[in-house]
């Protein structure tokens, strides 16, 4: 079943489109991820659909329930606030139980479910504590608790791990995807990193000044970008602005009548070697030569800026090999980790 | 030798500017509370020939000191109920919510600290004598909760922005109405800026002397107004009892609230 | 439609206070324009006439007054708050936020028995410099405009020096390195990066002085006195309401021109966040 779907929202500041005709669907238990860069709308479609912002066009359904026009309270999606937003002068208990005090629960009841909710969560020994009190984890993990408890038909989650640290961030990723899978709550997921979109979430879509460039599984927005942007703002690449003579000659297929292309490359995948050394390469793997310009030693591996002879660009590849400067060397870019577009 | 003379001189330097600024500060109310025990006091003594506990005890008793006194206290408690209660959805209003005409709004409730108050409150007096509410307390509360509103609104004002706004809309988001958003996060997260405005205005009213003079005397008189009726008569020492029992509420509570207040919030009052 | 019932929701709540105001400040205030002008049934001038036929020599020395009040309060808070910005001194932090609070007629009392010819000041300074007598500085300009200085010093500092603090001292140690005395970091980079919030404080010490009563009359020389004295004596003494709302009007029209910049600070100042 359709929990959440957006039918063509809009919403502009002056001049500038926050929302361009932005449509989005997720399925009942689903953890859709919004990425793009800040200023690209993300935060407008998340905090439109929980009915913080007035739209200038558009409509939003919950479960087939037109609610474009209810005010926030009467939407029954709960937002975790990138800060958090936990009140305070409650307890965490208190926090925790106001959603459901809201929902005139009976007192036994909302004891019952809140504890059920800490337990969950493991924060049960915080909760006479009051938020100044907590570290940043728990603070969220108490944002998280308030959100969930009143057991909304969606969870809208703002950058929920950017507050913090980034050793903590790595694990929290995967308790946070198994715990909502637990739980199987439809989920809307706003994020500018892409690297935890790719690993958390279940689609994923791209937005850049204000529109939905591609939705797809993480697989898929990974491996068929649909244009340039969505190209380059997943994974970590190079980018090589190239004539099609010079792309020509490496024998990748030109779309006609380009003056300019731009060439990505998932500087991730690619792998550097010396030269001649023999490589097996297919028919659509693509081989440079390059010379060693620059090195940066960052410990298991070094960052080496080279080169590229064909292309008269310099691309940055890690590598756990030793080379040395003006050494030759080739890199080879396999088959779906590079990218051409006009 | 050199460092040490160097460090004396700057001792005595020390000592002489903080005897002139305690003389600048102090020096005034020295005067005053002198004069409230003074029996008898001829030039050139620096202190009075006879001291009587007579003034203070007039505070106690039974007449005009203790009435003014309870009058302008009365006057303060229901000037603070009733500004407080007008400025707290005003305040609310300014700092959430979209206004028609905000900008003229926000010019009328500046206005009566960019302008003289006096013929404002001369023209209040003369209204209020038509209708019957010169030389009436309630006369008086009303000119007060007037002139109070204007401070008290804008610093509750200020205690209501500086809540983050995340707070109210995780509460509406969670399904409270904004009635109930406001009585559960920020009304209680304001109670340090109300209590701050409260006090302000309890202190403004207990002192407040034209609005009070003009509608309430000569037929009742407020602390204030006896203080001056006093000291015009030269009566030093029933007008310096009265100064001095003003004085302390304001000089404990300025601890209490100062930290509150930004200038700007407490400007255009006195008198 | 939401917009509307949000306008609609935010004008209710104003309301009780928009009543207050009209009723009790926004009224008397026509009222004071409209008397300006009318003598006995007639509309007219002569109320003005009257005014600066009377007390013509009372307006110029109630806008000197308030000027070289001004002046020097500015001057004494800048003094204040550049030593305070720089070095912590409890005492002096204590001693400028004493009198915050005290009402300005205890003030008038106060400074009357300190400023006496036989008051407190005199007593204290004739047996330090061993004379005689000394003339009484209460009842004189001078006594007028120490009382004002006194009272007008403690608002104006806690604004310069908030305005002072909150600089960021990246740009006081900029100076610092380069060798700058502290005075010259004062003049040179306080006092201009501070610029609207000392014109606030200029504008807020010159209009509280000339609208303040209580001081004139405790404090004040019989003649020539301000403005608002001769207000009170022509509605206590005279019953002429008239010549008392035309000096009122003369009062406005004094501080218009700051009161206009005030009021286009503060509004800028004191708009909302909307959600």
Same mark, same amino acid.
């Given at each position: ?88 002068? =409650? ?19 909302? /004891? ?28 969220? /993990?108490?944002?998280?608790? /308030? ?21 903590? /961030? ?8 198994? =715990? ?163 | ?35 409230? @025990? ?21 505070? @106690? ?140 205005? @309890? ?15 000569? @037929? ?52 | ?55 013509? !020599? ?7 007054? $308030? ?9 004494? $808070? ?51 410099? !061993? ?10 300009? &001078? ?51 501070? !610029? ?13 002085? &000339? $609208? ?57 100042? !004191? ?5």
């Amino acid at each position: 079943m359709v929990v959440l779907k957006t039918e063509g929202l809009k919403k502009y500041y002056g001049d500038v489109k926050a929302l361009d005709d932005v449509s989005v669907e997720i399925e009942e238990g689903e953890l859709l991820a919004v990425i793009g860069p800040s200023g690209s709308g993300k935060t407008t479609l998340l905090r439109s659909v929980a009915g913080f912002v007035q739209l200038d066009g558009g409509k939003i359904y919950i479960r087939g329930r037109d609610v474009t026009d209810l005010p926030p309270e009467k939407r029954n999606v709960a937002m975790f606030f990138q800060n958090y937003a936990l009140w305070p002068h =409650m307890t965490v208990f208190e926090n925790v139980a106001y959603g459901l005090k809201v929902r005139k629960l009976s007192k036994e009841k909302i /004891r019952e479910k809140v504890e059920w909710v800490l337990n969950f969560l493991d924060i049960g020994h915080l909760a006479n504590r009051k938020p100044s009190q907590l570290s940043g984890g728990q603070q969220q /993990r108490v944002a998280l608790a /308030r959100a969930i408890v009143v057991e909304p038909d969606l969870l809208l989650l703002d950058e929920p791990l950017s507050n913090l640290d980034a050793k903590i /961030r790595m694990r929290i990723r995967f308790e946070l995807r198994s =715990m909502l899978k637990k739980l199987n709550i439809a989920t809307l997921y706003v994020t500018h990193d892409q690297e935890e979109a790719l690993s958390i979430a279940d689609r994923i879509a791209v937005m850049s000044n204000g529109k939905i460039l591609q939705v797809g599984e993480p697989r898929e927005i990974y491996r068929k970008p649909v244009n340039l942007f969505v190209a380059d703002f997943v994974g970590v690449n190079c980018v090589v602005r190239a004539r099609p003579e010079a792309v020509r000659k490496l024998g990748i297929a030109v779309p006609e009548g380009a003056e300019e292309l731009s060439l990505v490359i998932r500087a991730e995948e690619a792998v550097l070697s010396r030269y001649n050394a023999s490589i097996e390469k297919t028919p659509h793997d693509l081989l440079l030569n390059g010379v060693i310009v620059g090195r940066l030693y960052l410990g298991a591996k070094t960052r080496y800026e080279v080169k590229l002879q064909e292309l008269d660009d310099n691309i940055f590849i890690n590598s756990e090999e030793d080379f040395q400067l003006n050494e030759p060397v080739q890199v080879l870019v396999k088959e779906g980790s590079y990218f051409l577009y006009a | 030798m050199s460092v040490r003379r160097f460090s004396i001189l700057k001792l005595t330097l020390k000592v002489v500017l903080v005897f002139i600024i305690l003389m600048l500060v102090v020096g005034p109310f020295v005067g005053i509370a002198i004069w409230s @025990f003074a029996r008898v006091w001829y030039w050139p003594s620096p202190i009075p020939q006879e001291l009587t506990l007579r003034y203070w005890s007039e505070v @106690f008793r039974q007449g005009r000191v203790l009435d003014s006194l309870i009058l302008s206290l009365k006057i303060a408690l229901l000037t603070v109920g009733f500004s407080i209660a007008i400025a707290i959805p005003a305040a609310y209003a300014f700092a959430r919510y979209r206004l028609p005409a905000e900008r003229i709004l926000l010019f009328l409730f500046l206005m009566p600290q960019a302008f003289p108050q006096l013929p404002v409150f001369i023209n209040l007096a003369r209204i209020f004598g038509k209708m019957g509410l010169r030389g009436n307390m309630w006369g008086i509360v009303m000119a007060h909760t007037m002139a109070s509103l204007v401070f008290s609104l804008w610093i509750i004002t200020a205690t209501f922005k500086s809540i983050p706004l995340e707070l109210e809309q995780a509460a509406q988001n969670l399904g409270a109405s904004r009635w109930r958003v406001f009585w559960t996060i920020t009304f209680p997260l304001g109670i340090p800026g109300v209590i701050a405005g409260a006090i302000h205005v @309890f202190l403004w009213s207990m002192g407040e002397f034209n609005a009070a003079f003009f509608i309430g005397a000569p @037929f009742i008189q407020t602390a204030p107004v006896l203080m001056y009726t006093a000291s015009a008569g030269y009566n030093m020492q029933i007008a310096s009892v009265i100064a001095i029992v003003l004085m302390i509420p304001s000089l404990l509570f300025m601890f209490v609230i100062e930290r509150f207040l930004k200038a700007e919030y407490i400007a255009g009052i006195g008198g | 439609m939401k917009r509307r019932r949000e306008l609609f929701v935010g004008f209710l709540l104003i309301l009780p206070a928009l009543i207050v105001l009209g009723a009790l400040y926004v009224y008397p205030l026509i009222l004071s324009v409209y008397t300006s002008f009318t003598v006995g049934e007639k509309y007219g001038l002569a109320n003005y006439a009257k005014a600066f036929d009377i007390y013509w !020599r009372d307006i110029v020395y109630s806008v000197l007054i $308030s000027f070289v009040t001004t002046v020097v309060t500015l001057f004494a $808070s800048v003094v204040v708050s550049g030593y305070l910005r720089f070095r912590n001194w409890k005492f002096l932090e204590l001693m400028y936020k004493l009198p915050l609070f005290i009402p300005f007629l205890i003030v008038g009392h106060a400074m009357r028995v300190f400023l006496a010819p036989h008051g407190t000041l005199n007593n204290l300074l004739t047996r330090i410099l !061993r004379i005689e007598e000394l003339p009484g500085l209460s009842r004189s300009w &001078i006594g007028l405009v120490w009382a004002f200085v006194w009272i007008m010093t403690p608002y104006a500092t806690l604004i310069v020096l908030g305005a002072f603090r909150s600089l960021d001292s990246a740009y006081i140690e900029a100076a610092q390195n380069v060798g700058a005395s502290k005075w010259k970091i004062i003049i040179d980079v306080l006092i201009p990066m501070c !610029r609207p919030s000392i014109m606030v404080a200029f504008i807020l010490t010159f209009v509280r002085t &000339i $609208s303040s009563l209580t001081i004139p009359i405790m404090v004040g020389p019989a003649s020539p006195n301000m403005i608002t004295v001769n207000m009170m004596f022509r509605v206590n003494y005279f019953n002429d309401w008239g010549t008392a709302n035309a000096l009122g009007v003369i009062s406005y029209l004094i501080v218009m021109v700051f009161a206009i910049y005030y009021l286009k600070f503060m509004a800028a100042e !004191r708009g909302g966040i909307k959600a």
